[in-house]
């Protein structure tokens, strides 16, 4: 059944990203008490950090006053891509839940048909033939980018289709990531494995299944478009649910070694 705990911050209890810290010199800071970088900067002399602790105090500082800017850039370049999940709580109030819908056809130079986003608020559809090329400046706003196998599909396909869009956000894959803490399959599997049930409207509906709706919408079909937009609506909504699913575990799995 799905299930997600409180959140508490992993971000400000990391020390990779200090340059010669590595994952079993965070471990051995954390066994030693330093559990944030708070308690760290309040007597750094105490603790053995295996490197320069003049410059190892003054990186954490400087993590400090990055993340008091919201300089996900700086992060996003310190820690390890399969760490980028530790930033979730943190930049939480800028993420964007995305999925796409296409035509189906590789040969199509045009093949997204519908991008949604998900804040964890708002929903909102970009539409081939509406408002699809909103999409550019809407993006822009977000620190944090999440998806489901976005990496080898979402992703590369917005990139080959937006040309000139600027794609820095941090991006956070769910498919390895839900891997990592046990679960195995597609995304409608993981989410019928935790117990995410799908509206009646969408249930059963598949990647296939938006091909055809889009084709039916183009054959005239109000009805297909609004099917289509309810299925991409629950895909990014999902995402949010799975998204602390995974933070949850992958957080109690990393500290447990500890």
Known sequence: ?????????????????????????????????????????????????????????????NGHKRLERGEYQYFGSRLPKRDHWRMFPEF????????????GSTRD???????????GVRYQPFIKGENLADFSDAISHYSVIVT????????????????????????????????????????????????????????????????RLWGNYMRGSSRALDTLLAYNREDVVNLEKLMELAYFDMRSMTMSVA
């Not at 130079?109 to 804040?119: M, R, S």
């Not at 597609?186 to 969408?202: D, F, H, M, Q, W």
Request: hydrophobic share 40%; glycine share 10%.
């Open 148 to 211: 489901f196998f976005g990496g080898g599909f979402d992703l590369p396909i917005i990139k080959s289709s937006f040309p000139s869009l600027r794609l820095d956000q941090i991006h956070i894959d769910l498919c390895p990531l839900m891997r990592q803490v046990g679960y195995r399959g597609g995304l409608k599997a993981i989410e019928r494995a935790v117990g995410i049930e799908r509206s009646p409207e969408t249930q059963g509906l598949t990647g296939r299944d938006a091909v």
């Open 1 to 61: 059944m799905f299930r997600a705990g409180i959140l508490n911050p992993l971000l400000t209890s990391t020390f990779i990203h200090v340059r010669d810290i590595d994952p079993k010199g965070e471990r051995s800071l954390w066994e030693q008490g330093a559990s944030t970088w708070d308690a760290f900067l309040s007597e750094p002399q105490r603790y053995t950090v295996g490197c320069d602790l003049g410059k190892a105090v003054r990186a954490v500082e």
């Open 109 to 119: 130079h045009e093949p997204i048909t519908v991008i949604g986003i998900f804040d």
């Open 92 to 103: 939480r109030d800028s993420i964007a839940y995305l999925d796409i819908e296409t035509t």
